[in-house]
């Protein structure tokens, strides 16, 4: 199976598979997908991207169907061009979303497609659209547009050009689409250093213009991947890529309250998980001290070390017995009841003493007094004593002892154990399962419904 690349520049993201365009995501990475682009061939061809242009360029050779692919992404712009120089006639088949019944696509008096999304659209598990979005094809050259979505390729070459952005700062982008050559002008010159291997170049590709990676197709910005793609930045010297991802993590704290386990690339949370400060709140202080090891940069970590001191110790009020809970959306990835929340995470209680000693770490080295340092390494020698607790081996062992030292909450912002329906906020029912508003009224009698602000059944 071919794998799937990323080209992307902050503000747009295209995943590709061989010669196929997967989906556009503009002009946010964590917004819905705007279009597709397929060829009416059953092949499958091999890609190379530039390690310093991000220029990808990929050739298809079938009977018929030979043809050379070229993409790049303009550097600052929402705009994304293709160009093709074919040597037989191919068909193309241009597919747009159907996530909404408000979407309007029409041909402009140019000839291009133009897709217009209003503000308000639904798209993927219950998200919407901030913005109204506007999103244009171009094509020139050898090509024209055919019917039902698809474009005609003629040999010789042409090229199409993509271009997304929201009103009203995007009208004239998006009705007047810059020239192919013109664009390739500007990824020459902001061109930057080698991303030499695969994986860096996917999470460069994937990284927003807040800091935030986000995660394959889905527009999420998981915490544990933002961690990977720092590494990932400082082994290969991009030290400003790696300090956005912390920088990420600060507005999350600041504008939320709590690190989301996903967020959207624009920092609004997505999964929030039924014990937030669980796993989420032990990257920002990891991610600063792999920074400060390699980066050596004292006034920058010394400034931002009261609020890396703030997430870290939203953890403590977790610790029960020697242990902390799940997050919530970890434990449902892996197939565990949400009653087992209050269970003690290994996972969890790894990351508690590694983010504690982190933070020791920095104010040690700075010289800074911390309030509640003291008490969180207290609970950091407990939770790291207790680890004899756990059978098993993995990671995501959990001790049902923990669960005896707590209560399981009455509401929970988790996934429903009936439906398994997405993270929503669900109710404990008489069982001890955590249930959405509809399950909950189907399977529950309504003497046993208490009135809880906030849920309506």
């Known amino acids: 199976m071919v794998s799937i690349e990323y080209l992307g520049n902050g503000h747009m993201i295209a995943a590709f598979q061989g010669a196929k365009i997967l989906q556009i995501q503009a002009p ?29 360029r990929c050739e ?28 037989d006639r191919l068909s193309l088949h241009l597919s747009f979303p159907s996530f909404a019944e408000r979407q309007v696509i029409y041909k402009d008096r140019w000839g291009r497609i133009v897709l217009n999304v209003p503000a308000g659209t639904t798209y993927g598990a219950g998200r919407s659209t901030k913005e109204q979005i506007l999103f244009s094809v171009t094509v020139r050259g050898n090509a024209a547009f055919g019917d039902d979505g698809r474009i005609t390729v003629f040999p010789g070459k042409s ?21 192919g050559e013109e664009v390739l002008e500007q990824v020459y010159a902001g061109s930057g250093p080698a991303l030499c291997t695969r994986s860096l170049r996917d999470f460069s590709g994937r990284q927003s213009a807040f800091g935030g ?5 889905a527009g999420e910005c998981i915490v544990c991947e933002q961690y990977d793609a720092l590494r990932f930045f400082l082994q290969a010297g991009l030290l400003s890529r790696a300090r ?24 609004e949370p997505l999964r929030r998980g039924a014990f937030p400060a669980s796993v989420s709140a032990a990257y920002p202080v990891l991610c600063a001290k ?26 403590v009020p977790l610790v029960r017995d020697g242990h902390l809970p799940f997050n919530g959306c970890e434990a449902f990835d892996q197939a565990r009841p949400v009653s087992m ?24 080295r700075f010289r800074v007094r911390i309030k ?25 062992v959990s001790y049902p002892g923990r669960a005896l030292a707590v209560h399981l909450p009455r509401e929970c912002d988790t996934y429903c154990e009936s439906c398994a329906r997405g993270e929503q906020l669900c109710l404990k029912d008489p069982a001890g399962r955590y249930l959405c508003a509809i399950c909950y009224a189907k399977e529950t009698p309504l003497k046993d419904t208490p009135f809880l602000h906030g849920f309506e059944l």
């Open 28 to 56: 946010s990475l964590s917004g819905p997908s705007l279009c597709s682009l397929d060829l009416d061939l059953p092949v499958t061809a091999g890609a190379r991207v530039d390690p310093v242009t991000g220029i990808r």
């Open 60 to 87: 298809l050779n079938a009977d018929p169907g030979q043809a050379r692919f070229t993409d790049y992404i303009h550097p600052e712009q929402c705009v994304l061009v293709r160009r093709v120089e074919s040597y």
């Open 159 to 179: 090229e199409l050009v993509f271009v997304g952005g929201s009103l009203p700062g995007a009208a004239y982008e998006i009705h007047h689409p810059p020239g």
């Open 213 to 217: 990676v986000v995660h394959d197709t």
């Open 244 to 267: 956005a991802v912390i920088e990420f993590f600060l507005m999350l704290w600041r504008r939320n309250g709590l690190i989301p386990y996903a967020a959207s690339s624009e920092g």
């Open 290 to 315: 792999a920074y400060y090891d390699t980066a050596h940069k004292d006034d920058y970590i010394r400034g931002i070390l009261p609020t890396l001191s703030e997430i870290t110790r939203s953890q």
């Open 341 to 364: 929340l209050v269970q003690g995470s290994r996972h969890a209680d790894r990351l508690f003493v590694a983010s504690a000693d982190a933070l020791s770490e920095l104010a040690g």
């Open 372 to 396: 509640g340092l003291a008490e969180l390494c207290r609970l950091r020698d407990q939770v790291a004593r207790a680890q004899s607790d756990y059978t098993g081996d993995g990671p995501f």
